[in-house]
């Protein structure tokens, strides 16, 4: 029997409630930050300003996602591969699996549209109004976070990788 995706989309299901990737529903207040810690120390962006569409500002550090147990420690595994390849340099980054940067890359860019989608949910609500989204949006976002959830569960793709991932040395001035 093939497992179910969680589709966050079908409901607008964006709150603290529930894990961002598994639909899991939670009972504490179990966080992830969007942007890796080590990342964010490494160049010094925790407590720098990020804007969001509504132009409001938030660090780096603030920018969390609600995550099960299980959701979180496969993306600590996750973030741990990464983290070593940047740490020893391009040759070992260059031996990475595709889908390991792809889902690694994939947190980061749903992370922040999740946030986004949160915020104008609440927005909205706050001025009585029900919250509007295009269908084009929805679908590939929905697409991008059914390619995500292969961090946590089986996901084939049909004979194709629907991404283009690009290496290159580059010189970086200390």
Known sequence: ????????????????????????????????NVFADWLTQKYNLQERAFK??????LSYA???IPASSNTRQA??????IIEK????????VLK???IHIFQWVAKTVYGVIFKEIKTAIRQQAASGEGFHMSQGLIHKFNTLHTMLQSVIKPVELDGFKPWSIFICPVENAE
């Open 62 to 64: 603030d920018i969390k």
């Open 1 to 32: 029997m093939q497992e179910q995706l969680y589709q966050p989309f079908t409901k607008m299901r964006f709150d603290n409630d529930y894990c961002f990737l598994s639909g899991e529903k939670l009972s504490d207040n179990l966080e992830l």
């Open 96 to 98: 990475l699996d595709e």
């Open 75 to 80: 993306l600590n595994n996750l973030e741990g």
């Open 85 to 92: 390849a940047f740490t020893a340099g391009y040759e070992d």
């Open 52 to 57: 969001l569409l509504d132009e409001s500002m």
